[in-house]
């Protein structure tokens, strides 16, 4: 998040953040009050989905799910990869005081530590 709000700036990052708070709100109402109106079966999201849709929107609701739980880990690996490639070069050009190498070593053990977490997470 810090990252994605400096490179939008103050301005673009606070309508963004403001813009996506309005959308996680009014989704949670709107399935809110979606399951006051369900009956006491439904109780996931594959209920709710066959409740509005039938058979089909149990199946479509289990693999967006599935699909979004898949997709999200790798964005993160995926980003942590460039930003490791990023880091580790501009500290490779930058070899200057006597120290340099324990910099570039934290920083690679710090960014293999957190890929590794991340993985892990999967």
Do not use: H
Not at 40 to 50: F, P
Not at 63 to 77: E, K, R
Not at 80 to 101: C, K
């Amino acid at each position: 998040m810090p990252g994605n709000f400096s490179r939008a700036r103050p301005v673009l990052g606070i309508i963004g953040m403001a813009f996506l708070a309005f959308a996680n709100f009014y989704g949670a109402v709107s399935i809110c009050r979606v399951m006051l109106l369900a009956p006491t079966s439904v109780w996931t999201y594959g209920d709710l989905g066959e409740w509005v849709l039938g058979e089909p929107g149990r199946y479509l609701t289990v693999v967006v799910q599935v699909t979004g739980c898949l997709i999200i880990p790798c964005a993160f690996l995926v980003s942590a990869e460039r930003y490791w490639m990023a880091t580790s070069q501009a500290l490779s050009l930058r070899r200057r005081g006597p120290f340099s190498w324990l910099s570039q070593s934290c920083l690679r053990a710090s960014c293999l530590l957190s890929r590794k977490e991340l993985a892990l997470r999967l």
